[in-house]
């Protein structure tokens, strides 16, 4: 029994230090061994693999499967404004087609919502050999299986202990380094330490994930002063940008183990967590983030606009606050491939653990991330279009699809007045100062 | 016959398969359900096209009666056309997306569109911005010119005539991009 205790002894301290000299020591000192890119090399080409049998092993079935709808969606969309379908030729009178288009609109939203579908995973073009995206794939070949097999095998019993080890190990040093050097007195050296020990944990954690992050026009980096905005898809995406740079965060004050880490953090670097009651107070916010983007000293601001958590294929409406701060804003465009692990976090599916755990087995987290020429408003614009201004500029960047509707509808009822808006519209049609127009009596014509 | 149903239910089946592959694969069966959509929530006309769904008296929908009325919005194959005529008419033909409308219009569902049920879609469509004298010389001058037999209300066959001229196949369908 001892030599077996002495064993498992040996065996753990072995295995973590390997970790530390493989994993830790390059995040710490920012260098790359190569050992991830190796494993994404041959991750690629076994995906690569698995796609070929598949489409080989696929029969044609009858009727034909429908394909997986492109990004563009799935049924023909008619974009003409409501005034040009029925207003037509300057007529101002009723006839019984206007139903058609409220009708058509209403069933194409039916067939298709635009909106809630962004609430949820994205689907893939091929299967990536994970069980829980195998919605429409079923058995092809036996070789396929044994490679499913084989990586169900390597993800839960060998990558998901190295991957916890890695983030409790990042975790840990996070809390601990953060509040050394926040007994350090304020200059130049508490800074310099405080900058190290953030971008080591991230680094941390991101191998953690397994993350391989591509960052694009790293000239346009967020400079200090300035708000750094960026599209959002789950927790995570904070630690990707982290991993480059360091930023202040903004942020709710949590209990539990974020809250250990928020009140760890904040002695080391001048985050800006608020509480739950200020949060409401939207001048409070407004003076305090002004107040830190004004100390020119001070890290750039990471703001997240949506305000939850979308599936990374469009960009929801962004809310006008953070642009009514002022000073500079630098857009961030993340763009996450689905194909080796979805980073999207459904919160009404999954609560955080059970979505830390799917991370942890996924493949991988492969991201790319673009950093934008700097945005400042414009002479007479207002907060709303300019934040509109630079989410366009962002889903042009990213690929993404832009949509105007708010992502609060995850959880809420959309507004009344979208629908009065849509009313107020057609009656315009109907009457104009009170009058209306005169045709010949009998068929209605196109 | 055999022929207009295939490709009648071929077309559902592409669109069965379609929600059964999608990640949308709710099974809407309540009117809340097709609340939850945004798009459809705006819609001024929302309310009368879920009621579509529903047969009378029932609070669910379930599969197949979703199909059935998604199938009015078919396309008309040109193919179609010269079947024989002696089967059932196809839901989407053009006279059955025209009834699909006049149901829209007929709140009681008596087969005839009064002046009362027209009004109320006609406060509908336009919500607050039309006063109710406005609403109501609109709707009068609407019967009076479609009215034929002078019943004051508006029958199916004097609703067909009245939009026969518009192209309701174009204005009533949904195509798939494959």
């Not at chain 1, 069933?107 to 050999?129: G, H, K, M, P, Y």
């Not at chain 1, 400079?223 to 959002?232: E, L």
């Not at chain 1, 601001?301 to 009514?324: A, R, Y």
């Not at chain 2, 040109?78 to 002696?86: A, L, P, R």
Request: some cysteine.
């Amino acid at each position: 029994m001892e030599e077996l205790g002495s064993l498992a002894v040996w065996l753990g301290a072995a295995w973590l230090s390997l970790v530390f000299a493989l994993i830790v020591l390059p995040s710490a000192l920012g260098v790359s061994l190569g050992i991830s890119e190796a494993y994404m090399w041959v991750l690629v080409k076994t995906l690569e693999w698995a796609t070929i049998r598949i489409e080989k092993g696929v029969k044609k079935p009858q009727p034909q499967m429908l394909k997986i709808p492109a990004a563009n969606g799935i049924i023909e969309r008619d974009e003409t404004p409501m005034e040009k379908e029925i207003a037509g030729l300057h007529r101002m009178e009723f006839r019984f087609s206007d139903i058609f288009y409220f009708c058509r609109k209403g069933f194409e939203a039916i067939v298709e919502d635009e909106v809630t579908q962004r609430f949820s995973s994205e689907e893939l073009v091929s299967w990536n050999l994970l069980t829980r995206t195998n919605v429409n794939f079923h058995y092809v070949s036996l070789r396929l299986t044994v490679v499913w097999v084989i990586g169900v095998m390597v993800r839960y019993c060998f990558l998901l202990p190295l991957r916890f080890t890695l983030a409790a190990i990042g975790i840990t040093s996070m809390i601990v380094g953060t509040t050394v050097v926040g007994q350090l007195p304020n200059g130049s050296l508490k800074n310099y330490l405080s900058e190290v020990v953030h971008l080591t944990c991230s680094r941390i954690l991101v191998r953690a994930l397994s993350g391989t992050i591509h960052y694009h026009n790293k000239e346009n980096k967020p400079q200090k002063g300035g708000i750094c905005v960026a599209n959002h898809t789950s927790p995570i995406d904070a630690i990707i940008l982290t991993n480059d740079g360091c930023y202040a965060m903004v942020g709710q004050v949590h209990g539990g183990l974020m809250g250990v880490i928020q009140r760890a953090t904040v002695k080391a670097c001048p985050h800006v967590w608020f509480e739950r009651s200020e949060i409401k107070d939207r001048h409070l916010v407004t003076k305090r983030l002004r107040e830190h983007v004004a100390d020119k000293n001070k890290l750039p601001i990471l703001i997240f606009p949506e305000g939850t958590c979308i599936n990374n294929t469009s960009v929801m409406m962004f809310k006008k606050g953070s642009f009514e701060i002022g000073g500079t804003i630098y857009p961030v465009a993340i763009k996450y491939d689905p194909q080796f692990g979805d980073a999207f976090w459904n919160s009404s599916k999954y609560n955080i653990v059970s979505y830390l755990l799917r991370i942890m087995t996924s493949w991988a987290i492969v991201c790319h991330v673009w950093y934008m020429p700097p945005m400042v408003r414009k002479e007479g614009e207002d907060a709303v279009q300019f934040a509109n201004r630079v989410r366009s500029a962002i889903a042009r960047q990213g690929g993404l699809t832009e949509l105007p509707w708010d992502g609060g509808l995850k959880r809420a009822k959309v507004k009344d007045s979208f629908k009065e808006e849509q009313q107020k519209n057609y009656s315009k049609m109907l009457v104009r100062n009170g009058s209306q127009g005169n045709l010949p009596a009998g068929t209605e014509s196109d | 016959m055999m022929a207009s149903r295939t490709v009648q239910h071929n077309w559902n089946l592409d669109l069965c398969t379609y929600f059964l592959n999608s990640s949308l694969q709710l099974l809407w069966t309540h009117r809340e359900d097709f609340q939850r959509i945004p798009e459809l929530a705006i819609n001024p006309l929302g309310d009368r096209i879920i009621n579509a769904f529903f047969s009378e008296g029932e609070d669910q929908v379930n599969f197949r009666g979703f199909m059935r009325t998604l199938a009015h919005f078919r396309p008309i194959e040109d193919n179609e056309k010269s079947k024989d005529q002696n089967g059932p008419e196809p839901l989407n033909s053009r006279s059955n997306k025209l009834h699909f409308a006049f149901r829209l219009y007929d709140l009681d569902k008596d087969d005839k569109i009064s002046r009362d049920e027209l009004l109320q879609v006609l406060r509908m469509m336009v919500g607050v911005n039309i006063s109710d004298e406005q609403l109501g010389s609109i709707a009068d001058r609407t019967i009076q010119e479609a009215d034929q037999d002078g019943d004051c209300a508006i029958s199916f066959a004097e609703f067909v005539k009245v939009l026969e001229k518009v192209d309701v196949e174009q204005k009533m369908s949904i195509r798939f991009l494959h």
